[in-house]
């Protein structure tokens, strides 16, 4: 079975060239992800990953979600519209994936605003996610650092100003962190790469971040290396925004032009369009890498 080499040199995250691989293999395999998410985003979400490639699950009762976790390919805990009973299925569901060695993403939704979900999340991220997506506000406030809390699920920071906190919370945790806005980065403790794709009618899409965590889940079910696969599908969609706001005339024609260009992108949009820039100079010798 082929399974994508390992990046070249220990700087380098993702080519685009890469995540056009990674994405064909999606396509392929077509690999389950069982989204724990909200209440918002979970139709959009669904019909993200069935328009890339992936099948979606949306099971988040107690009864089911450690089971159905051991059986589908990844996992996204999204912190949305929480309550007792699906944070109850959350941890359930991470039980579960660890118990079957299969990823898993956390995407720690407004953490640093209101109390009982920061405090789930620092539970959560002590059972070891693969993958950590969230805006600046959000990784900052998981890492630990001092940070304006966000309007909601907004950002108040800009991703450049929590680029040492994902790198920080990378090598504190083992996970892969993106944190993502106008600009993406990704680390994994010792590597960075900035992703400077997208759309500004982005943000303007309810839902969309909590796709592209589920997308990310869908890279990492088919991948071998966390911080490539992660970096991929952050990429992957950030063309896509790109591509879908061409013929666009506001938020909700974007949104249908964003599902059907998920569907229709190519290999060949990523390397002609992906604009990837590795930052060597960022790693510190000092931190380890998690690949």
Not at 41 to 49: E, G, I
Not at 63 to 78: C, D, K, S
Not at 273 to 285: D, K, L, T, V, Y
Request: charge should be negative.
């Amino acid at each position: 079975m082929w399974r994508p080499a390992l990046s070249k040199t220990p700087t380098e995250i993702v080519t685009a060239e890469r995540a056009g691989l990674l994405l064909a293999r999606l396509r392929t395999q077509g690999p389950l992800v069982h989204c724990l998410t909200n209440t918002v985003a979970a139709n959009f979400t669904a019909n993200a990953l069935l328009a890339i490639g992936a099948s979606p699950a949306m099971v988040d009762n107690t009864e089911e979600a450690q089971a159905f976790a051991r059986a589908a390919g990844a996992v996204l805990v999204n912190l949305g519209t929480l309550t007792p009973q699906t944070a109850a299925a959350m941890r359930l569901a991470v039980k579960g994936a660890r118990e079957a060695g299969r990823p898993w993403v956390l995407d720690p939704v407004a953490v640093g605003a209101l109390d009982y979900r920061t405090r789930l999340a620092a539970d959560l991220v002590s059972e070891a996610p693969t993958a950590i997506r969230g805006n600046a506000s959000e990784i900052l406030s998981l890492a630990g650092e001092t940070a304006q809390a966000g309007r909601g699920v907004d950002s108040a920071a800009s991703s450049a100003d929590a680029v040492e906190a994902a790198r920080s919370l990378a090598h504190a945790t083992g996970a892969v962190v993106g944190v993502t806005g106008e600009r993406d980065y990704v680390s994994d403790g010792a590597r960075l790469v900035a992703l400077a794709n997208g759309h500004p009618l982005m943000p303007r899409v309810t839902a969309l971040g909590c796709a592209l965590s589920a997308i990310v889940a869908a890279f990492l079910a088919i991948a071998d290396e966390p911080a490539e696969a992660t970096a991929a599908a952050l990429l992957t969609v950030g063309v896509a925004g790109e591509m879908a706001a061409d013929g666009a005339r506001g938020p909700a024609s974007f949104a249908t032009a964003l599902v059907d260009t998920l569907y229709t992108m190519t290999a060949e949009d990523l390397e002609k369009r992906g604009h990837i820039e590795p930052c060597p100079h960022a790693a510190r010798s000092t931190l380890r890498s998690t690949s």
